[in-house]
T-cell receptor, first 111, second 114 residues
Framework: RKEVEQDPGPFNVPEGATVAFNCTYS??????FFWYRQDCRKEPKLLMS???SGNEDGRFTAQLNRASQYISLLIRDSKLSDSATYLC????????????FGQGTELSVKP | EAGVAQSPRYKIIEKRQSVAFWCNPI?????LYWYQQILGQGPKLLIQ????????DSQLPKDRFSAERLKGVDSTLKIQPAKLEDSAVYLC????????????FGPGTRLTVL
């Protein structure tokens, strides 16, 4: 079993749709959680951190359920520019900040 | 502020040949990471440096991969000899000393082994 597992993609949605990505992690020692975005043939970039209380950044909402070891990302009113691969990432802080990446979920927003 | 620099951007070699990649992290970033990203997968950590010391190389195939960061600044990753399954993007990332968990990635080197 992979340490971080994400919904298999790709997700194809029309502009304006709401889309949700799910992620589970297996190591309960994981301490920090993130969503990274990776455009085609580009490097990953931090989209947002994920906190237990949930956090929102504009059209993006991230949530964490430590008991279920589950992370989610919700994108509202999706734009063409949201098309990318979304990577769920966990950090084992007791291992020097080692990041463990999920395989990514590809999103394609169509006009 | 300049980002993480990597070179070359693309490399095509034949199996059993050797190849080296170079990375220059963001100035002042003490922690440097090399990742391997195979098509359709997330990045996988190969090695982590703190200044010029290795913190974690547990997933580095040491029979063919080596990495160094002699002066604690730039770093090289070498593959010798390359195998077909080494075809991937090799990403370098760095993290500031007291800047939280965010890692900043370079553009990567896309390696094709024929």
């Amino acid at each position: 079993r992979k340490e971080v597992e994400q919904d298999p993609g790709p997700f194809n949605v029309p502009e304006g749709a709401t889309v949700a990505f799910n992620c589970t992690y297996s190591n309960s020692a994981s301490q920090s959680f993130f969503w990274y975005r990776q455009d085609c043939r580009k490097e990953p970039k931090l989209l947002m951190s994920v906190y237990s209380s949930g956090n929102e950044d504009g059209r993006f909402t991230a949530q964490l359920n430590r008991a279920s070891q589950y992370i989610s990302l919700l994108i509202r009113d999706s734009k063409l520019s949201d098309s990318a691969t979304y990577l769920c990432v966990v950090n084992r802080a007791n291992q020097g900040g080692k990041l463990i990446f999920g395989q990514g979920t590809e999103l394609s927003v169509k006009p | 502020e300049a980002g993480v620099a990597q070179s070359p951007r693309y490399k095509i070699i034949e199996k059993r040949q050797s190849v080296a990649f170079w990375c220059n992290p963001i100035s002042g970033h003490a922690t440097l990471y090399w990742y391997q990203q195979i098509l359709g997968q997330g990045p996988k950590l190969l090695i982590q440096f703190q200044n010029n010391g290795v913190v974690d190389d547990s997933q580095l195939p040491k029979d063919r991969f080596s990495a160094e960061r002699l002066k604690g600044v730039d770093s090289t990753l070498k593959i010798q000899p390359a195998k077909l399954e080494d075809s991937a993007v090799y990403l370098c990332a760095s993290r500031p000393p007291r800047g939280g968990d965010e890692q900043f990635f370079g553009p990567g080197t896309r390696l094709t082994v024929l």
